[in-house]
């Protein structure tokens, strides 16, 4: 993430900082100052300075002042630029979400649905908490790639997706483990069986069907927990979940496992 987050604000800051080439006024005021010269000061304090509040502020006077300029856009796209580098991800995500009612032909459009994915991306909580900013990332990163299949943005998005999917799948073993504990089977099994189903590439469909093979044996299920069981031995023999698994169903049926070898 964070050399994503240097690598584009390199290539963004340095593109911006070649449209102008005007002195940079340590104060401006915005009803008689060129909009160009303020984007200037703007990107000082930005980039110079790091003042990024002031920053923030700055452009978002350009766009206030100057809204029907060519640098208008820019400004709003800096302006979200400037929260997401100090943390302010929703206000990040407001001026994104502007911007892209406005301008949805823009050139910066690509960067803009990117740097909205970023900015959730940057609130992914750990799986003890929930998960649905990680739906949220999730969604936006799919629309990068799909939107931009061919850019580098699209290549990270999918990078992130696929930790973003883990995220997800975690979250929902931890639920039906807590689940278990409760005794609450059916709600566990459903969480287990979401695993199995929606995150077969992630690690955690392993625990997901050792989970499976121990609620269908607390439901009385012994059909379902040896199918489950025996899905889990084929894809993952060498798994400490099919070990587990292994052993509680010699414990349960050491007759039907024994016929089964």
Same mark, same amino acid.
Not at 56 to 61: C, I, P, R, T, V
Not at 219 to 224: A, Q
């Given at each position: 993430m964070k050399r994503a987050k240097r690598f584009f604000k390199t290539v963004l800051v340095s593109a911006a900082a070649a449209l102008c080439a005007c002195s940079t006024p340590d104060a401006a005021d915005p009803e008689t100052t060129a909009p160009e010269r303020l984007y200037n000061r703007a990107l000082d304090l930005l980039v110079k300075k790091h003042e990024y509040t002031l920053a923030?502020? !700055?452009? $978002? =006077?350009i766009d206030r002042y100057y809204p029907y300029s060519r640098w208008a856009p820019r400004a709003q796209i800096m302006q979200a630029f400037s929260y997401y580098v100090k943390r302010e991800y929703d206000d990040a995500e407001q001026v994104l979400d502007r911007f892209l009612q406005l301008y949805p032909g823009n050139s910066f459009a690509p960067y803009a649905y990117y740097l909205k994915a970023l900015s959730l991306y940057a609130q992914l909580s750990d799986t003890d908490r929930d998960q649905h900013m990680t739906q949220r990332t999730l969604d936006a990163l799919n629309e990068v790639a799909r939107r931009f299949p061919d850019t580098p943005y699209a290549a990270d998005a999918e990078r992130k997706i696929v930790l973003a999917t883990d995220y997800l799948a975690a979250k929902q073993v931890k639920i039906g483990v807590f689940? @278990?504990?409760r005794n =609450?089977?059916?709600a566990a099994m459903n969480r287990f069986a979401d695993v199995v189903r929606n995150f077969q590439q992630t690690a955690h469909v392993q625990e997901a069907l050792y989970r499976l093979t121990e609620t269908y044996l607390i @439901? +009385? @299920? $012994? +059909? =379902?927990a040896r199918k489950s069981a025996a899905v889990l031995g084929y894809n993952y023999p060498s798994s400490p979940w099919y070990d587990k698994a292994y052993a509680l169903m010699k414990k349960h049926d050491p007759a039907a @496992? !024994? !016929?089964q070898d």
């Open positions: 923030a502020s !700055a452009f $978002d =006077e689940y @278990l504990k =609450e089977h059916i @439901l +009385g @299920l $012994d +059909g =379902e @496992l !024994a !016929a």
